[in-house]
């Protein structure tokens, strides 16, 4: 009996966890604005190394939406995370990642913010995945060359709709490379605002793929842009800034904001329509929303 009650709360626990997946994800369909979603760059890895499953774990618990991670191809084909395409940085290793297998990987130790060697090991993408699988949403970074080895490593985890995909290619070469992910995942364009051609390229992703939410990057506030499009495209696609720091986001970064978050997070929310927060500070932007009852 006690066997069997341990499995019902097993099953019920993590049904109650894919049904959050389930709800963020349909907010993020339905362009939702009465929330801000909260988007953890690497993990939280100012406690724990960046791309690590520690540092996945962590932002969850900081109350993250999506957790943003990198990935990478091993010289045998297999999928890691890892931002660089050097090991130096970030683990206790050498040379290009794609010189090493995934046997030699697993006898690196990652390095911690600091640079000082952490007892955490390199994860895969599939480990991620059920590590993540009906806790948070991901956001692949560095993927889309390498989509086609990682889509089924998404059907064999059961994850595809935990994805959000980006890139910065115009509408019509997404259509070419990407056309048969479009219905399985949530494909976001970036945007540089402050390139000639921004406006074009929204219109044309507006025309032909009406996207869930853009990402604008601009450098500072004299471009007149964020604040038309945050009217243009209210209740059409939400609109995703990152704070990590200041020339993405018009000097409204994660830097000023702890010294006035008002003037970075609240700026973004307030004045330009952002929805979806990139941040190196999850714990802080989230500890500001619930102050701000978003």
């Known amino acids: 009996m006690k066997k069997i009650f341990l499995a019902l709360t097993i099953l019920f626990a993590n049904n109650v966890l894919l049904a959050q997946i389930t709800d963020t994800r349909n907010a993020l369909i339905n362009r939702d604005e009465s929330k801000v979603f909260v988007v953890s760059h690497r993990g939280e890895w100012r ?25 990478a191809k091993t010289k045998d084909g297999h999928i890691i995370l890892m931002h660089d395409k050097t090991l130096e940085r970030t683990t206790t290793g050498k040379g290009k990642v794609s010189d090493w297998t995934l046997d030699s990987l697993r006898t690196l130790k990652l390095k911690n913010g600091a640079g000082i060697r952490s007892r955490h090991n390199i994860p895969t993408l599939e480990e991620a995945l059920l590590f ?19 889509y089924p490593i ?15 290619k115009d509408v019509k070469t997404v259509k070419q490379q990407f056309h048969q992910y479009l219905d399985k995942v949530i494909y976001m364009p970036i945007i540089n605002l402050d390139n000639a051609n921004a406006l074009q390229l929204i219109k ?17 506030d004299s471009n007149p842009l964020p604040k038309e499009l945050a009217k243009s495209l209210k209740g059409k696609s939400l609109i995703w800034y990152n704070t990590l720091w200041d020339t993405l986001a018009g000097g409204h970064d994660d ?6 978050p008002d003037a970075a997070y609240g700026y973004l929310i307030n004045k330009l329509n952002a929805r979806i927060i990139q941040t190196d500070r999850t714990p802080y932007l989230v500890d500001y929303l619930r102050k701000k009852e978003w």
Request: hydrophobic share 40%; charged share 30%; glycine share 4%.
């Open 204 to 220: 044309d992703f507006d025309k032909q793929l009406n996207p869930v939410a853009y990402e604008f990057v601009y450098k500072n």
């Open 47 to 71: 406690q724990a190394p960046e791309n690590s499953i520690k540092a996945i774990d962590l932002a969850i618990e900081a109350g993250a939406d999506i957790v943003e991670i990198d990935v």
């Open 255 to 260: 830097d000023l904001a702890v010294d006035n």
């Open 154 to 168: 998404l059907e064999k985890t059961n994850t595809t709709d935990h994805i959000v995909m980006k890139g910065n």
């Open 132 to 150: 993540s699988k009906g806790k948070v949403m991901l956001n692949l970074d560095k993927a889309y060359d390498i989509f086609d080895d990682i």
